[in-house]
């Protein structure tokens, strides 16, 4: 075989390898699609119990066609602080089987059923082409990401698939059956899994070399041993995600990787100790000359998906009762930073670039942390005009910390929300995060509007202002009309419930005519002397500002009609 013979099969097995990896990209992306706002449900119930978290987890890596979507997405949540370690070690298990379906998919692409598969690629692309509604077009993008990972797996296979008995034959044979032994084999998986980054991928090679009679390491366990050591490699996306996270998310990942490390040393004192494992288990279950879908001698490929699944669905029966075993070996490597929360810090989740891998899920969380912010925001408000029924200077300092605080939190999400208006989004989602953009402002204006109330107590205080009881009690009464509109405006806000958009109208208007019935009680008193006249820019500007503060309030209960 010349130099040029051989830089053409490599060259044919990395395009191979490409067109099966954006196929997998492709299914994943338009299957979470598929999927809008059924992840976030899921996770929603991943605390009821353990056997929910694993099937969760299953459900999960199948739509989103790999474990390390769903755990490096699962490190994300920890590391915000919606998910507890407990619910993320029972999600990872569960990825952990959900992966192995691929397994059985590259198995079937060595039988007849392939030219049936090859077709959809264009099927797909045509559904892609001429559909108009959304949903048609991400059905036709998965049935075309189907059909790409069989055009890599054909362009993998009949790069390698020479003659039985040729030199090329001999030469791959004799080059992979050279590694025999268990703990190199082993190694080998871990460094190429680490390398692409998806055991999916090795699987595929793994398989598909099987499919052609190629045996590694002189054939019995040796390919398992790499099935083996994929499982450790494609921990290591999860690890390098969790670099510079949350002590919680690096625990999390430290758990995918101990449950598989554990799983490794059992499968392997088992393999070495039982070298006939594959000869007497798996080829019985699917002997050599088994015949799939009219193409005969696929025995090899459902063995190596067989033992993939074995290990996963074994390892996760064993493990799951240790649970928390698993949680406190991971808090005890992973200490906890001591390091207290500076006063007045509000309540807001780091916005993790890993749940990014799910759109709708750091669409979801980004949602409610908007509304935590809401809140930071109106107790601000209500700070500063407590100090100034109160006369109070010192809380100023205080308002402008946390004006300074949101104003940093608005760049965060907004930089947050540009990211997720690059990622595959619905047209739903599109429009929610659109309206965001105008609901962190609004808060933004709310906040300034407290800074705004600070100033006229400074002038109430410094100037000697005075203020008639009636018109201190007419202003708390329109102030509690605020608050109860931030409280209706809030839970619109956050559960979307177009029912309570009459009521924040209604509150509103009841706001406006307040204000135009202080402002002319204050001009009435003016009239007939029982009020200062330097009174007059104070009380028509705070009043003024608090109207404005109940219109960002209502703007921010009707977003939710831009996102429909």
Known sequence: MSAWEIVKIVMQILGGMGTFLVGMKILSENMTKLAHGKLQQMLNKTAKSRFAGVGIGTLMT????????????????????????????????????????????????????????????????????????????SIGNVIAAFGLIFVGLKLMSSALTFEQGSEQFEMVSNMLSAIKNPFLLLLLGIAIT?????????????ITMASLGIAIGGGGNA??????????????????????????????????FLFNFFGAIIFMVILVCWQGFADTVLATIFPSDITVFGKTGLGPTFQIALFHTLFNVVNTLLFLPFIKGFVWIAEHLVREKKAEEPAGTPIFGDLDDRL?????????????????VFTFAMNTLNEAFEAFLEKD???????????????????????????LSSSSLVMQEERTVSSLHYVLNDIMRIGELADNVTKYTEHYVKDGLIFSEEFLGMLKDMYDKLKKLYVISLATFLFRDFGKLKEVDGLE?????????LVASHIERLNEGKCQPQNSNVTINLVGNLERAADHITYIAHSIEQSQ
């Open 62 to 137: 199948i739509l989103g066609q790999s474990s390390a979507f769903t755990t490096v997405m699962v490190v994300g949540l920890v590391n915000a602080g919606i998910m507890t370690l407990f619910q993320a070690t029972a999600i990872i298990m569960g990825a952990n089987i959900g992966t192995t379906l691929n397994a059985w998919v590259i198995a079937l692409a060595g039988s007849d059923i392939t030219a049936f598969f090859l077709a959809l690629a264009a099927a797909g692309v045509f559904v892609t082409m001429f559909s108009k509604k959304e949903r048609t077009k």
């Open 194 to 206: 680490a390398l692409v980054q998806s055991s999916t991928a090795v699987n595929a090679i793994i």
């Open 223 to 256: 390919a398992l041993y790499i099935i083996v050591g994929s499982n450790i490699g494609t921990c290591v996306t999860a690890l390098i995600s969790s670099l510079g996270a949350s002590p919680n998310a690096k625990r999390a990942a430290l758990i995918h």
């Open 356 to 372: 990014l891998r799910s759109p709708s899920v750091a669409l979801g969380h980004l949602y409610q942390e908007t509304g935590k």
């Open 393 to 419: 200077l010192s809380v100023k300092d205080k308002v402008v910390e946390k004006n300074a605080e949101l104003a940093q939190i608005n760049r965060q999400a907004v930089e947050y929300l540009v990211k």
């Open 509 to 517: 208007d009841e706001i406006d005519r307040d204000r135009r019935r």
